[in-house]
């Protein structure tokens, strides 16, 4: 038995000149706050605390299980089937009272500003719009903070339409290209109940300065960098 404000230990040792060398392994509980801990070379490497949380590399943690390490990587999830399958990680709500535009989970990327603060910076959520069996509809959202504030910026809705918001005057969806020699492309398609489709390209091209509305085949407008602009003409002279 150990006091209520005592330790209660069983050490593995593989030595006894210090106190590293007696305590290089160990289970130890510390009464006073009802803490759990399991040490490897002589210092704890996984904590559970009263409240339940599970701290692998650290003693304490905001979250109920928290992994830390002065290294970037922390987990590894690994599906060993010879199928096609992979890993799957999954975020659940379980509620008694499901409802429409209910969270059901984010995911979060967190880091201090200059003045040391913990800081969300960006996350990622997934709702469920309508929760009626049968029918139920989910959106998935993209947040970032601009000048201290964080906000919906993308958001994929049930339907498959990408939705954008911007909070500078001028913004809108920039298409760059990523080497020399690139051109830039938006694909729209359409198509008839047969299954036949219908597309239309805006290109910059990457040899000239102009702009294009194609079907693939024929270029039926064209803007020049000169501000000449061609009908059913790739290089129009006024």
Known sequence: FSGTSSLGSLFFADGNNDVHQQRRGAIQYNHNGDILSFWTNASPKVTIR?????IIGDTNSDAQLGVVRDSYYLAEFTNTNADATGA??????????PADNDSLGILNFIGDNDAGQKTTYTYIRSKSTDVTDGTEDGTLEFHTRGNGTITERLKISSTGLLQGTSGQHDGGLELLSGSNNQSTRIRLQAKKSDGTSHDWYFDSARSVDRFTIHDGSTSWFT??????VGINDTSPTR
């Open 223 to 228: 803007i020049l960098g000169t501000g000449k």
């Open 88 to 97: 799957e990680l999954s975020l659940r709500k379980d509620s008694a009272s």
């Open 50 to 54: 009263d409240n339940g949380k599970v």
